[in-house]
Every structure is written in C-alpha cells, then in structure tokens.
C-alpha cells in the first residue's frame, strides 16, 4: 500500500486489504517519489489498528545515515513495528544520497538488540553467487522483486527455510490506471489482472508468501488479493 491522503482514509484502505491480506507492507519512496515515512505510516497503523494490523516498514539507505536508522528502529520497535525491509532504494530527485548499505544498516541493527526481524531485496536477475551471498547474511526474511517466477526459487526456498529466514516474492499488478507509473519497472516484476491466480498457483511451495502490490489502483490491488486467495 501507498499512502497519499487523510489518515482517516488510509485507516479505510488499510482495514479493507486486511479482509484479504495477512499484513500490511507500507513502501518508502517507492520509485523514488517523495512520499510520507513508511515508518511513521506503519507506526501510526500500529498504533491505530493494534493487533488487528501486522505490518512491514521499509527503509530506504540513501536517505538516512546508519545513526539515524537506529533511531528510526528504535521507533519502529516502540511503536510495535516488528519487521522491518532494508533497501536501498532507487535515486531521490534532490539533494544528496545517504552511504550506508543495507547490510551495513542490518548489521548496526543487530549491534543495538532491537525487537525486529530484518528483511533484504534479492534480485534472481543477478549470479546465484551473488544472491547466495546475501542470504547467508542471514536476514530474518527475503524479498524476491525478479524475475518472480525464476526457475530458482526452489533451491532459494530450500536454502532460506534451512536458515530460518522467510522468502517471499513481491507481486506488482499493472493495470491501465497506472501502467504510465510503471513504464520503468522491468516486464519480469509485473503482471496483468488476470495472470495473478496462475501466477500465485505456480509460486505456492517455493514461497513463504506473496506480496501483492498495484501502486495508485486499489481497486486492482483489491481484486489482485481476492485472485491470490483464490489461488493460495
């Protein structure tokens, strides 16, 4: 989800995916777009929603320096947050990048002791090696973008379950309303309404889970939801 409006109504949207959703996976920028925190956004859930709401905040790296993302989880933390997705994130229209990697930032976390389970992107586009390498960092969980359905994810599945950690695999509909947004987005990350059943069908024993997102359609993302619980 992405919020852009009153909070009354992002309590609204939020209480609908939930009917459809296990948790609620609040984006930070996403494209490089300024947007509201994703860590006050998914506090202010927290807070408003209680147990009813389990939600993951996002990160983005060249925003913030390694000091201000411990105060950023300390917040998360106390808010009830309790996982938390490092990125990078893509390059912010002004003013200049912040350095950490979201390793460096995952491993500074761990430093301070935090209630949070840590979570890192894996592109399947990169070598294996390079992937395998990241998840013996041992993050808590695993976000595939792409290619979501790579004859890998398999083996990765098998990899991470053996570590603990949980894979899942971001999902992103494309629909007439924002297919102009998503012009940039590699083919391999999206797809159409109406392949989101085979595609949820074709993951279920690889994954831990899906994440469905369709940025500025609800309504879309809605029926995405129903078609992947169809599917689950």
Known sequence: MTPRSSLEKLLDV???????????????????????????????????????????????????????????????????????????????????????SPEDVASRLRSVGLDLRLGHLLSLAKPMSEVM???????????????????????????TSARGSKLYVYLVVISERNKGLLSDIPKEEVVAPNEVFDAVSSLRGNVDGVIVSSPRDLEAQVRALEEARRAA
């Open 14 to 100: 939020s209480r609908r995916l939930l009917r459809l959703a296990d948790s609620l996976d609040v984006p930070d920028a996403p494209l490089g777009i300024p947007a509201p925190s994703s860590a006050m956004i998914a506090s202010l859930l927290k807070s408003r929603l209680g147990d009813e709401a389990d939600v993951i905040a996002h990160l983005r790296t060249l925003d913030v320096s390694e000091m201000g993302a411990v105060n950023i989880a300390m917040g998360l933390s106390l808010a009830g947050v309790r996982r938390l997705l490092l990125l990078r994130g893509d390059p912010p229209p002004f003013g200049s990048p912040c350095g950490p």
């Open 133 to 159: 390498k990241r998840v013996g960092l041992g993050a808590d969980f695993y976000v595939v973008t792409r290619p979501w359905n790579s004859p890998s994810l398999g083996s990765l599945h098998r990899e």
